[in-house]
C-alpha cells in the first residue's frame, strides 16, 4: 500500500526505515522523502513512528504471551492445549 502518492513510498518502505531506526517524521521524510510535497501523508507516515497507531507490529511481539509453557508441555499426561500444528485425531 501505498503511504506518499506523490513519492511513491510504499508502507513496507516505511515500516523498513522504523526498523532501521527512523524514529521522526522528519526522519522519514530525509530518509524516503514521504511527506515533502503535498504534505497529504504527513499524519498516515507518522502513525508508523514508535508509539503510532500502526507502529504496533513491535508491540504486539513484546505483549505476546506464548500459549504452550513449559509446564504445560512437561506433565505427559495432561493433554497439551492450543498446539500448534494441532494434532490429528485419527477416526475409526
Ligand atoms: S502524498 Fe506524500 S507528499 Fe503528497
New binding site residues.
Given amino acids: 500500500m501505498y503511504?506518499?502518492?506523490?513519492?511513491a513510498?510504499t508502507e513496507r518502505q516505511v515500516r523498513a526505515s522504523v526498523d532501521a531506526g527512523a524514529s521522526t517524521l522528519s526522519d522519514l521524510q530525509f530518509e524516503l522523502g514521504?511527506?515533502?510535497?503535498?504534505?497529504?501523508?504527513?499524519a498516515t507516515?507518522a502513525e508508523y513512528l514508535p508509539g503510532g497507531r500502526c507502529s504496533s507490529v513491535c508491540d504486539v511481539r513484546s505483549i505476546a504471551v506464548p500459549v504452550n509453557t513449559p509446564a504445560a508441555v512437561a506433565d505427559p499426561d495432561v493433554p497439551a492445549a492450543n498446539t500448534f500444528p494441532v494434532p490429528l485425531v485419527a477416526v475409526a
Fill in positions: 503511504i506518499c502518492v506523490c513519492n513510498v514521504v511527506a515533502t510535497c503535498c504534505g497529504c501523508c504527513a507516515a
